[in-house]
């Protein structure tokens, strides 16, 4: 029922009806209010592994993923509140995403053809970073003979072999952690990595040596645009460090894709805003240089020779274009005040 009605997330929890979030909104449904036993039989039938079945009386925070054949997969949190356990199911489709199909930028292509580097798809929870990804790695399978390795935890989209061959592994089933997984991968032949999430310094610091040493890594960060991502993964490193990441980074870093879901102006369903950052001379210059936060200006002046955009400058479009209201534009824009001043000179 939930992905018949385009629901993002399912959620099951004691004391209230199952709620679907549908496009960003939560909306209860008209049933019945969950006992905990209902809740802990779904956590039941959702968790395969059968010593965390045994131990469920004892769970208390619990990922994984699970699929109706046919309907969809669906990536899993199950965790214990006020004593009792609850379930959040996040509803991921059975097809594979296009970079057509979500109506992405031309320009995320060309990123993907990249035989070797970082690209960074960043974002809040819930803001499409895994579709993005997801659509990339469908481009380069359908386009490219590589071998693809994905770390994910948990696995989330399915990919068969197109031209590419795909391996892909969850953390828990497959390998412990996202650093030793990748460490390994540099012995696993691959061309191209995908990282679920940059979570700590071990594994960026792995990611980096992967891109240095001719692989393509794509992965997520949980910031906002260009120059918090580069900032927030220079800061995780000890200050004595700190310089030499840079330069790395600099060299590596081939693209920043920055996205946030926005309410359509029609009300039906979200679209979202994109910040595209593309490496560059000048790009490479100002983060060597420490001057990440003065990005903005060299991604807005390289929109129509490299196909980089601000936030401020797709949101103009999706406005102008009436995919999105003034009020929902200006809400989302870096600086509200700068934006309205842009509109008005355009």
């Known amino acids: 029922m939930g992905v018949q009605n ?167 089933p497959d390998t412990e952690n996202f650093a030793i997984a990748l460490r390994a991968a540099l012995r696993q032949d691959p061309d191209v990595i995908l990282v679920g999430e940059m979570r700590d310094t071990e594994t960026i610091d792995i990611a980096l040596k992967a891109s240095e040493t001719g692989h393509l890594v794509l992965s997520t960060v949980h910031t906002t645009d260009a120059s918090r991502t580069i900032n927030r993964l220079i800061s995780v490193f000890p200050a004595e460090e700190q310089a030499m990441v840079r330069m790395r980074l600099a060299d590596s870093l081939k693209a920043t894709i920055s996205q946030r879901l926005l309410q359509k102006a029609d009300g039906k369903g979200r679209t979202v805003a994109l910040e595209i950052m593309v490496q560059t001379k000048s790009v490479e210059q100002y983060i060597r240089e420490d001057r990440a936060n003065e990005l903005k200006d060299v991604i807005e002046k390289g929109r129509d020779m490299f196909g980089m955009q601000s936030f401020d400058q797709h949101l103009s479009q999706l406005y102008r274009q009436g995919i999105v209201s003034l009020e929902t534009a200006q809400s989302a824009a870096t600086n509200p005040a700068d934006f309205q001043r842009a509109l008005e000179f355009e």
């Open 6 to 172: 385009g629901a993002s997330d399912i959620h099951f929890r004691p004391g209230d009806p199952p709620i679907y979030r549908v496009n960003g909104v939560l909306r209860p449904l008209k049933m019945e209010k969950l006992h905990p036993d209902h809740t802990k039989q779904v956590a039941l039938h959702i968790v395969q592994d059968p010593l965390t079945k045994s131990q469920i009386d004892n769970l208390q925070e619990y990922d994984t993923s699970y699929g109706l054949p046919g309907v969809a997969r669906f990536r899993v949190n199950i965790y214990r509140q006020r004593g009792t356990l609850a379930c959040i199911l996040r509803i991921i489709p059975d097809e594979i995403p296009t970079i057509d199909g979500l109506g992405l930028p031309q320009v995320l292509k060309t990123i993907a053809g990249n035989d070797r580097g970082l690209v960074l798809v960043t974002g809040a929870t819930g803001s499409g970073k895994s579709s993005t990804l997801a659509a990339m790695i469908d481009h380069i399978n359908r386009t490219e003979n590589l071998h693809i390795l994905t770390i994910e935890d948990p696995v989330e989209f399915i990919y068969k072999n197109i031209k590419s061959s795909i391996s892909q592994r969850e953390i828990g």
